[in-house]
């Protein structure tokens, strides 16, 4: 803004800034912002269909999430299962997945080390990023299933028994799940914190090295410190994106988050009402905690990135 | 001293080793699972069902004939439909974000700091917080099964907006726009002429990535298209799952697979470069 200056005049042309953001904006309302609105509208409505006969829409207040917390019969609140069951497996994928980037990410900056043939390795560790991970999904589904290749090598090896199943055992559907997630993220995390490391000052490499300072020092003293802020960027935004987790668990156990619902994430029970009984109500309630979750999270971050800048 | 020297560089050169052997297997990792995929691909369900081989089978085109023609999952189609919603989301989402930021960016009026405010503000709003609204509208209105309803929404990306926002900021002299209209351009021209341009290297990486993204989207395409005719890929990937796997063409499943990534695959191999470079600078900078 400050480079406009006075002489430009620009004041006659501000209708041509309506004209141009006037789509933006009119799009965003009708197919954006309305039908959020309507997704919180929804969630104080009974509306749903069973069979062929439409329920509701009745005004219901806050039924859908009094349903959403009571406990089931087996005394679990279904949501919070699915809540742990996603945070769960995020963990799994997300405490390798940044350990590994960040060590790479030290490695490939360190002036030292001299690491060769960094672009052609980039490359490969970011492609699964862009994989369908829906086909990835089921390439992993094909090949871990009792038909697939992988069981007979490792029942041959003796790792495994021939009586196991990767799809009816908790650990093995979601440390797939998890290992669908590391592989697809690592590459990016590694890129985004390359490029933290490359924009830190490296006359403060050098004279902590002439000070003396061992590479650990140097590393929990100069890197990580001046790396917070997009360590923190990247590690909520990975969060973010694992709460949405649906992709991967629903096509490796297709859409039943089997065993035993063990895998089913939150969207994975969203997805269930909206897609089999289009029941918006409780789909809109599930919603609107999500949205309620995520906005706490983008809280944090863009807290955490002000603070450090300030 | 130098003895001490000595230890050092031992030190450094098996740290090195370490580190070239981590990387080579995390590589090796990532490539393995496409390698046995594009091998299993070439290979009849008997060769299958023999168990793995690093051989490939020899029966890639048989494969691929048959996937292309099977009458239930229509691949072509399917392929098809993504193009459509791919191509028509990354245009869409593109210029509409450029135009939006040279708005934003070049114009002085009111309300231009609260538009960019609310932008920023949209950002984080999960997409799946808009599903359901979005899925009850597109079936009061009879829009389910219609390609366009994925493509429009593209129009109003805010975070594309935020990358070409900052590209502006960045590339863009204001001086360049003032010229422009001493020679008697319009705003409008100036910008699909002038503007543009200038804006090729951020349009090109954003339209990769949006390309990408609504190839691969399977949560909304997926509650929205129902009818075989319309469907995109990842949707067909999905259904192959919930079928009776049995009866499967083994050879055949790998080939649907491969189909699904393979577009995605070429473009990368190609661009790979810039894919990369887009990546930190499109989210690092905020």
């Known amino acids: 803004m400050k480079d406009n200056k006075p002489k430009v005049k620009s004041i006659s042309y501000a209708k041509w800034g309506y004209i141009f953001i006037i789509p933006f904006f009119l799009v965003y309302f009708i197919f954006t912002f309305y039908p959020q609105v309507l997704t919180f509208y929804n969630s104080f409505f009974e509306n749903f269909r069973d069979g062929l006969t439409q329920i509701g829409p009745r005004f219901v207040g806050f039924d859908n999430y009094k349903a959403l917390l009571t406990p089931s019969d087996s005394g679990t609140i279904d949501i919070l299962k699915y809540f742990g069951n996603t945070i769960i497996m995020w963990?799994?994928?997300?405490?390798?997945?940044?350990?590994?980037?960040?060590?790479?990410?030290?490695?490939f900056t360190n002036t030292r080390l001299n690491i060769k043939g960094q672009g052609i390795m980039k490359t490969v560790i970011y492609m699964p990023n862009l994989i369908m991970a829906s086909a990835f999904s089921m390439l992993f589904y094909t090949l871990f299933s009792n038909v697939g290749p992988i069981k007979p090598l490792l029942v041959q090896t003796g790792i495994i028994?021939?009586?196991?199943?990767?799809?009816?055992?908790t650990i093995s559907v979601r440390g797939l799940v998890?290992?669908?997630?590391?592989?697809?993220?690592?590459?990016?995390?590694?890129?985004?914190?390359?490029?933290?490391?490359?924009?830190?000052?490296?006359?403060?490499?050098?004279?902590?090295r002439l000070d003396g300072a061992s590479s650990t020092r140097v590393f929990f003293n100069i890197t990580m410190p001046l790396l917070k802020p997009i360590f923190?960027?990247?590690?909520?935004?990975?969060?973010?994106?694992?709460?949405?987790?649906?992709?991967?668990?629903?096509?490796?156990?297709?859409?039943?988050?089997?065993?035993?619902?063990?895998?089913?994430?939150?969207?994975?029970?969203?997805?269930?009402?909206?897609?089999?009984?289009?029941?918006?109500?409780?789909?809109?309630?599930?919603?609107?905690?999500?949205?309620?979750?995520?906005?706490?999270?983008?809280?944090?971050v863009f807290k955490t990135i002000d603070r450090d800048k300030g | 001293m130098n003895k001490k020297n000595k230890i050092a560089s031992i030190q450094l050169t098996l740290l090195r080793i370490l580190v070239y052997a981590v990387i080579i297997l995390l590589c090796f990792l990532c490539l393995f699972f496409f390698v046995?995929?594009?091998?299993?691909?070439?290979?009849?369900?008997?060769?299958?069902?023999?168990?793995?081989?690093?051989?490939?089978?020899?029966?890639?085109?048989?494969?691929?004939?048959?996937?292309?023609?099977d009458s239930s999952i229509q691949i072509p189609r399917g392929m098809v439909n993504s193009f459509?919603?791919?191509?028509?989301?990354?245009?869409?989402?593109?210029?509409?974000?450029?135009?939006?930021?040279y708005g934003i960016y070049v114009y002085n009026f009111k309300l231009k700091k609260l538009a960019y405010t609310?932008?920023?503000?949209?950002?984080?709003?999960?997409?799946?917080?808009?599903?359901v609204g979005f899925v009850q509208l597109a079936y009061k209105y009879g829009l389910n099964n219609k390609l366009w309803v994925l493509i429009v929404p593209s129009i109003a990306a805010p975070a594309v907006f935020f990358y070409m926002y900052q590209y502006l900021k960045a590339t863009l002299p204001l001086d360049i726009v003032e010229a422009s209209r001493i020679d008697g351009s319009s705003e409008f021209v100036t910008f699909n002429k002038i503007v543009l341009p200038i804006m090729k290297p951020?349009?090109?990486?954003?339209?990769?990535?949006?390309?990408?993204?609504?190839?691969?989207?399977?949560?909304?395409?997926?509650?929205?298209?129902?009818?075989?005719?319309?469907?995109?890929?990842?949707?067909?990937?999905?259904?192959?799952?919930?079928?009776?796997y049995s009866k499967f063409d083994m050879g055949k499943v790998y080939m649907f697979i491969l189909l699904a990534i393979l577009p995605v695959i070429v473009v990368y191999i190609f661009l790979s470069k810039s894919i990369i470079k887009g990546v930190t600078s499109g989210s690092v900078k905020g």
């Open chain 1, 91 to 107: 963990i799994m994928g997300a405490v390798p997945q940044f350990v590994i980037a960040l060590l790479l990410a030290v490695f």
């Open chain 1, 161 to 169: 028994d021939q009586s196991f199943d990767f799809f009816f055992t």
């Open chain 1, 178 to 208: 998890a290992t669908l997630n590391f592989l697809m993220w690592f590459g990016n995390t590694t890129i985004l914190l390359m490029a933290g490391i490359q924009a830190i000052d490296e006359s403060l490499f050098e004279s902590a």
């Open chain 1, 232 to 300: 923190v960027y990247t590690f909520i935004t990975s969060m973010i994106g694992g709460l949405q987790m649906f992709d991967v668990p629903s096509v490796l156990t297709n859409a039943k988050g089997t065993p035993n619902r063990t895998v089913m994430t939150v969207i994975m029970y969203l997805n269930n009402y909206l897609g089999g009984s289009n029941n918006y109500g409780m789909a809109g309630a599930i919603s609107v905690i999500l949205f309620i979750v995520t906005a706490i999270l983008s809280i944090i």
């Open chain 2, 36 to 69: 046995m995929l594009i091998i299993n691909a070439s290979r009849t369900n008997n060769q299958l069902q023999r168990g793995f081989t690093l051989i490939p089978g020899g029966h890639f085109i048989y494969n691929f004939k048959n996937a292309f023609t």
């Open chain 2, 84 to 101: 459509i919603v791919a191509a028509g989301s990354a245009i869409c989402t593109t210029y509409f974000s450029a135009l939006t930021a």
């Open chain 2, 118 to 131: 609310f932008i920023i503000a949209v950002m984080m709003i999960p997409t799946q917080v808009s599903a």
């Open chain 2, 202 to 244: 951020a349009i090109a990486v954003q339209m990769i990535f949006s390309f990408v993204a609504a190839w691969n989207n399977y949560f909304l395409p997926a509650l929205l298209l129902t009818s075989s005719d319309k469907k995109t890929v990842p949707i067909m990937i999905a259904q192959l799952r919930s079928a009776d």
